[in-house]
């Protein structure tokens, strides 16, 4: 068929379609010789091509080529066949950045999918959003703006509680007495520490560390050292859901908590192999773990090291078993691209890789608990081990 004209009061060039192909060959060709032939490949250079030929000479002019990238470039790293690198898009990049500066846009809540109500609250940021409008651990969040998180619709749940700072969220809550109160919240940027400790009782310190994001050792260490002076005898560490984040942080981490020795094994792709050592001074009181089927890398390697260094127990569930560290490069088009650059282990050279790390107390946490509450069964099975840890001792 031949194109039909159309009307328009301004003029228009176009390129025939044999001109477009032309282009299209032709920088093709300039970015198939010398070094960038060598530096692509024939696959790289097959992409290239085919997003040029898209460019300039498929039918769909108004086609969404930035959709299309998206799409080939987390296929391109799926197709590596590591279930660790990742790709992502403009608006997924900052999210995550935001996130690794534990800073984001919400209303400051902490939440799991255990109910089938909707989503369990576990914690609330401190003087947040979500706070100041009146939620609390244990609530669960039944409907969102009026739709309804029952069954399956949770999983959609956390997705309906983001939007745009300034922008209000109104939560339907469902409370241990029955209570079924509406509360408003209004979105805002959070600054979000990393870590929370409590004293409970016979002088236990406990500490939840979320992330191992930017500030994640300075939060812990004011933690503990607060709960130190405070009398603690022996600490629970909590590292249930958390992801893991940087290197640094959990250099620091190991340093502060474990005696002289090394602590952690980095090997990377390009570069020699670094053994991180503990200096002499540490804390010096019984520790346990918490961990779950969520403890990601760092996480996992922090409460292995303190397994191997000081026999502290482990209580929980088996771990993810990574085993891999990741940098997160960025890319022209705003997105980024996390690769494994890395593997790493425990200082003895123990590596998580496909095992993960076994409790040694193993147990599920029970259904509706709050991590950190006084019905948190795997917390008081970490407390039973620490008695008999101090009995021993």
């Given at each position: ?157 956390t997705d309906l509680v983001t939007g745009e700072a ?7 809550l469902l409370r241990e007495d029955g209570s079924t ?149 960025p890319l022209p088009n705003g997105g980024g691209v ?56």
């Amino acid at each position: 068929m031949k194109e039909q004209p159309t009307q328009s009061t301004q003029r228009h060039f176009h390129l025939p379609g044999w001109a477009k192909i032309l282009i299209a060959i032709v920088l093709t060709l300039a970015l198939s010789t010398g070094a960038w032939a060598l530096l692509l490949g024939p696959g790289g250079r097959s992409m290239v091509k085919t997003f040029l030929l898209a460019r300039f000479a498929f039918v769909d002019i108004n086609v969404d080529l930035d959709h299309a990238v998206n799409q080939s470039l987390d296929a391109f790293v799926k197709g590596l066949g590591d279930q660790w690198s990742y790709y992502l898009d403009q608006h997924s990049y900052q999210q995550v950045m935001d996130n690794r500066a534990n800073r984001y846009v919400g209303i400051g809540i902490t939440v799991t999918l255990d109910r089938e109500e909707g989503l369990l609250v576990q914690s609330v940021v401190q003087e947040g959003p979500a706070q100041q409008a009146g939620v609390r651990p244990g609530d669960i969040i039944t409907a969102v703006d009026g739709t309804s998180l029952a069954g399956e619709a949770r999983y959609s749940g956390t997705d309906l509680v983001t939007g745009e700072a300034g922008s209000q969220v109104t939560l339907t809550l469902l409370r241990e007495d029955g209570s079924t109160p509406q509360i408003t919240c209004t979105r805002s940027a959070i600054s979000s520490p990393s870590a929370h400790g409590q004293m409970l009782e016979h002088q236990v310190g406990y500490v939840r560390l979320s992330n191992f994001y930017s500030g994640a050792a300075d939060s812990f260490i004011k933690e503990v050292d607060s709960l130190l002076e405070q009398g603690a005898q022996s600490l629970v560490i909590d590292l249930r859901d958390d992801p893991g984040g940087y290197v640094g942080e959990l250099q620091s981490i190991l340093d502060y908590l474990l005696p002289e020795g090394p602590v952690f094994i980095h090997r990377p792709r390009w570069g020699r192999e670094h053994v991180y050592q503990s200096d002499p001074n540490w804390v010096g009181v019984p520790m346990a773990a918490l961990v779950n089927q969520d403890t990601y890398s760092a996480a996992e390697l922090l409460a292995a090291q303190l397994q191997e260094s000081v026999g502290a127990p482990i209580v929980g569930e088996r771990t993810s078993g990574k085993g891999y560290s990741q940098v997160t490069f960025p890319l022209p088009n705003g997105g980024g691209v996390g690769l494994s650059t890395a593997t790493y282990c425990t200082g003895n050279g123990h590596s998580l890789i496909g095992t993960g790390l076994i409790p040694d107390a193993e147990l599920p946490l029970s259904s509706g608990a709050i991590m950190g509450g006084k019905d948190d069964n795997q917390l008081q099975a970490a407390l039973s081990l620490l008695d008999e840890t101090k009995a021993r001792s």
